[in-house]
């Protein structure tokens, strides 16, 4: 394995930028940067297509539904392949569909059910490139550093993301309307050439499959592991239940910033990018917040309980400034959560076997996510804007509560913590 990751004194770990996490790192970064672009212009596209809750909620249910369908199988494709081809191939294919959609807009032939197919089509490539993009950061970094890694990975991709893409789509979206999808269309395939470009790594995965050796068995066997794995089996339940209440807000925020708070288009960009600084102030301090509060798990549940008390908050105060500070603290919160929930899958995971344990974990604990989203709808529509702030918050709590019986297990077999 090449490994990039370099211990320091006092058991804190240091990571090397040059070679093949530099490249990987930009080409997150970059990618990140063509999201935050076309996350920015869809909602408000949407938005400007219909009034209605349910259908602008049907878009991020859709961008969700395919980890349902093909997410075992991206993983079970993912521990068979060339991860690092599969990521550029899969880029090259989501550049050329980006083009292809901002051509749709750029002659007015962009109605929602093109959103719906385009979401669709983005998720069903991205089962595969998320699956492979985490098996192969373990051939890239140490195991030592794998928190570190993800935690600048993450933190590097909020920064391009909410700093620099978000404030930029609207200047674009000024140009024209398909200005941000063209762009974003430019992103997949510079990030694509980036993982193109890796050399010299040699990922740990099983040889080429035997007749005996089918899909479908690689794909129970990494169920299996997830499953009997107790500490994962709860990880996954409570990212679940909480990915149910995750998904009616994303569906709806436009609408909770628009109705709720009654702001226009710059309060939606004021509460995403206080959202963006949160994000990145826990990516920068996940590793120094796990180490003073003890653990990884007992960071993990008191990340959850934070996210549930600023939800009801954001839910029940009509104030703009006090929702963007709100969405901050629930920012750092999922950061911090994200992180250590990765690197736990990771480090727990064999790593011949990674890309279909990390597999299972996405597809059970986002399977709710397209419910939740079409709930968030319909929760806008009939009972008020603010109801899914409080759907999200009461289910992340439920969530939270599933960690409590493994927290003194977990701790006590983890890995140690690195210092980003």
């Given at each position: ?11 804190v770990v240091t990571l090397a930028w040059r070679g093949g996490f530099g490249l990987l790192w930009t080409a997150a970064a970059v990618s990140r940067f063509g999201d935050a672009l076309r996350g920015t212009a869809l909602p408000l596209l949407a938005y400007s297509l219909t009034d209605s809750p349910v259908l602008i909620s049907l878009v991020t249910a859709c961008g969700l539904l395919p980890w349902l369908c093909f997410g075992l199988l991206g993983g079970a494709v993912a521990d068979r392949v060339d991860q690092r081809r599969a990521m550029w191939v899969v880029d090259v294919l989501r550049g050329l569909l980006m083009a ?321």
């Open positions: 394995m090449a490994s990039t990751g370099v211990g320091g004194a006092a058991g292809g959609f901002a051509l749709a807009v750029a002659l007015g032939a962009a109605g929602i059910g093109l959103l719906l197919a385009l979401a669709f089509a983005l998720t069903t490539l991205q089962t595969l490139f998320d699956n492979a993009a985490t098996a192969l950061l373990p051939a890239v970094v140490s195991q030592e550093a794998l928190g570190i890694a993800n935690a600048r990975l993450m933190t590097g991709q909020e920064v391009l993301g909410r700093f620099v893409g978000g404030p930029l789509a609207p200047l674009l979206i000024a140009l024209g309307a398909a200005a941000p999808f063209a762009a974003d269309a430019v992103t997949y395939l510079v990030a694509a050439a980036l993982v193109a470009s890796l050399r010299g790594l040699t990922p740990s995965r099983p040889a080429p499959a035997r007749a005996a050796s089918t899909l479908r068995r690689e794909i129970a066997d990494g169920t299996r592991a997830l499953w009997r794995d107790r500490v994962l089996r709860s990880f996954c339940v409570a990212v679940a239940l909480g990915n149910v209440g995750i998904g009616a807000l994303i569906a709806t925020l436009v609408v909770v910033v628009k109705e709720w708070l009654g702001a226009g288009d710059f309060g939606y960009a004021a509460v995403t990018t206080g959202y963006g600084i949160g994000m990145v102030l826990g990516g920068l301090t996940a590793g120094r917040v796990t180490a003073a509060l003890g653990g990884q798990v007992r960071t993990l549940l008191l990340a959850g309980l934070l996210q549930t008390a600023v939800l009801v908050a954001f839910g029940t105060l009509r104030s703009l400034w006090a929702a963007s500070a709100f969405l901050g603290l629930f920012g750092f919160a999922s950061m911090v959560w994200s992180v250590l929930e990765t690197t736990v899958v990771q480090q727990r995971s064999p790593t011949a076997m990674l890309g279909r344990i990390s597999a299972a974990f996405r597809t059970v604990s986002v399977a709710g996510t397209p419910l939740g989203a079409l709930l968030g709808g319909a929760a806008a529509a009939v009972w008020g804007a603010n109801l899914p702030a409080l759907l999200a918050a009461a289910l992340l709590g439920l969530g939270v509560v599933t960690l409590i019986p493994v927290l003194q297990s977990a701790d006590s077999g983890q890995t140690p913590h690195t210092v980003p």
